[in-house]
């Protein structure tokens, strides 16, 4: 039996909704004139960060990071191998990082850790999907989506494999009985 997509636990609606929303806060806690820099992490986040961006009207620009997806090993260790660091000085700039989802928390940790190590005057959080029963460490989310119960999702930017990150719901994968 194959692991495939079987329901919508979020539809697209109910994401540009919160998308939205999102934006406004972060809006209303930015009103200084330079230009928010937001940091996206590749790969999953990319669906949601344009999005997001596209609804912030904000001047804002642009960056990447991404960062390996890690074994058994690094995972309980929490040591993250970034694949692609931010290329622009962050010193002195308004950082707002983007995930699609948190989970034990360990790849966020890190890279709040690496980008405050680059001195910008501020380093915001925000996540579209917190599955909190996984925390493994404490971390600061300045925006949370939504709170998602101990699924394997994919969809809105999210893969199994590599695959159905085009899906524009978030879906739970389960196995396929066909
Ligand atoms: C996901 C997600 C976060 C990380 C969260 O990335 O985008 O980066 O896992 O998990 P954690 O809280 O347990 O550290 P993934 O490794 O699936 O890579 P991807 O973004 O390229 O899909």
Redesign the pocket.
């Known amino acids: 039996m194959s692991l495939t997509p079987q329901s919508v636990l979020l539809d697209r609606e109910e994401i540009r909704g919160k998308v939205a929303e999102m934006a406004r806060s972060i809006e209303g806690r930015h009103h200084h004139p330079d230009p928010l820099l937001v940091v996206t992490?590749?790969?999953?986040?990319v669906i949601f960060a344009s999005d997001l961006m596209r609804e912030l009207r904000l001047p804002l620009s642009v960056e990447f990071v991404a960062?390996e997806?890690?074994g058994t090993s690094t995972?309980s260790s929490g040591i993250?191998n970034i694949t692609r660091d931010v290329t622009e000085d962050l010193d002195g700039r308004h950082v707002l990082l983007v995930?699609?989802?948190?989970?034990?928390?360990?790849?966020?940790r890190y890279l709040q850790s690496h980008l405050l190590g680059k001195k910008p005057a501020s380093l915001e959080v925000a996540v579209l999907l917190d599955k909190i029963s996984?925390r493994?460490v404490d971390v600061t989310v300045d925006y949370t989506g939504f709170v998602i119960p101990d699924v394997f999702v994919v969809g809105y930017?999210?893969?199994y494999s590599g695959l159905y990150?085009n899906l524009p719901d978030l879906m739970i994968l389960g196995e396929d009985v066909s």
């Open positions: 992490v590749l790969r999953g986040a960062v997806s890690y995972r993250v995930e699609d989802i948190v989970d034990t928390g360990l790849t966020l996984h493994q930017g999210l893969d990150r």
